[in-house]
């Protein structure tokens, strides 16, 4: 396996949804996703989880994810998903990248 010699290489793409809606939900990236959900939490009238993130090898990952589902975008980096469905954008794309990479990064799914 390839060796990880810049951590900054490495980001969490995360997805973000509302506690009591099945959408949207939010697809993005952060060094620390608590701390972004709470700064998402500040301008939200919706009480807001993390449904799980994903530590990802390309940083560019989640550029390549929101291209992809650009048909279901609902505004800026929020979709018109379940986060179930997008979470598995997240994690099929982060695999692929991991690979790619030759870095074997683990899954992590918050409980919601």
């Known amino acids: 396996m390839g060796e990880i010699k810049n951590y900054r290489e490495i980001v969490n793409i995360y997805v973000i949804a509302a506690v009591g809606l099945e959408k949207p939900c939010k697809i993005g990236k952060a060094a620390n996703v608590e701390t972004r959900l709470m700064h998402l939490q500040i301008g939200s009238p919706l009480k807001l989880y993390v449904y799980g993130y994903r530590w990802c090898s390309d940083t560019?990952?989640?550029?390549?994810?929101?291209?992809?589902?650009?048909?279901?975008?609902?505004?800026?980096?929020?979709?018109?998903?379940?986060?179930?469905?997008?979470m598995s954008y997240v994690n099929e794309a982060c695999e692929k990248a991991n690979k790619k990479h030759g870095h074997e990064i683990p899954r992590l799914m918050p409980a919601g």
């Open 60 to 86: 560019k990952v989640e550029r390549a994810i929101h291209q992809k589902l650009k048909a279901k975008r609902a505004h800026g980096e929020w979709f018109d998903l379940c986060a179930p469905v997008a």
